[in-house]
């Protein structure tokens, strides 16, 4: 990023995981992520790692495990922001995968709308328009719920179906719905989050942009994050911030973030 793309849009990531999440490489360590963010001029690194079903998610060993990493941070005393929160899902319309233990420690929610690949996540319809539809249903899942900070990756949950690609689901989503859903989140302070699988992958997801400039036009908050598994991801990340600032001209103020950071 150049300096004043830097001072327009602070570096962030409000979407990392650490090897707490069980799809993250073991590099990912929080000391190791912090190291590599300092390096590449990071403003904040957010970590948000799975919270699954209990049947998966040891809940009190994880509630554990976040606190830990809140009092290391503090004694630490990094040269960024850094925030411990936690990425939780809808399981179906209306049913969100939740827990009271680690939500207490969780300094921001981001809630992933899409998890079709897991086995307990309801993924509804057959056509685009009726998978559409049913993505629409869980964002606004996780717009009713009230820790919900940030939706992640829209339209780029690992479909069942390989032609419900994003473009073509965007193509069939009732735009007239969206607007309520921005209507939604602008009143909840709900920020749609803009990361790699829609930014690095155009022939397959370039089109819910549109999605993004449909959020910002309507006077809703986007996040950005890296949903990074692993350190070369967040390295890539820093090196394309700058793209993503000046195609969709963000500016901190569009932003969702931290209190103190501009």
Not at 25 to 42: F, N, Q, R, S
Not at 58 to 71: E, M, T
Not at 115 to 121: A, G, I, S
Not at 186 to 213: C, F, N, S, T
């Amino acid at each position: 990023m150049s300096i004043a793309e830097a001072a327009s849009a602070p570096l962030v990531s409000l979407h990392t995981h650490t090897d707490l999440s069980h799809c993250a490489k073991p590099e990912m360590t929080i000391d190791a992520a912090v190291a590599l963010a300092v390096e590449h001029g990071y403003r904040v690194l957010g970590f948000s790692d799975h919270v699954h079903i209990a049947e998966v998610t040891d809940r009190p060993a994880h509630a554990q495990r976040l606190r830990q990493y809140r009092s290391h941070r503090d004694e630490a005393d990094w040269p960024i922001q850094v925030l411990i929160g936690g990425e939780f899902e809808v399981k179906a319309k209306g049913v969100m995968v939740e827990c009271d233990e680690i939500l207490e420690v969780c300094e921001y929610t981001v809630v992933a709308p899409n998890h079709y690949h897991l086995d307990w996540v309801e993924c509804v319809g057959r056509t685009c328009a009726e998978v559409a539809a049913h993505e629409l249903d869980c964002f606004e899942t996780a717009l009713d719920w009230p820790y919900t900070d940030i939706i992640a990756h829209p339209y780029v949950g690992k479909l069942r179906e390989p032609e419900h690609e994003p473009n073509a689901m965007w193509k069939a989503t009732d735009k007239g719905r969206i607007r309520a859903l921005i209507e939604m989140a602008k009143e909840g302070g709900v920020a749609m989050e803009i990361q790699p699988a829609l930014w690095y992958h155009p022939e397959r997801a370039g089109r819910v942009a549109e999605l993004i400039d449909l959020w910002l036009d309507g006077g809703a908050l986007v996040s950005l994050g890296s949903d990074a598994h692993a350190l070369a991801s967040l390295q890539t990340w820093a090196e394309r911030y700058g793209e993503i600032v000046e195609r969709f001209d963000l500016s901190a103020e569009k932003m969702w973030l931290p209190p103190n950071v501009s």
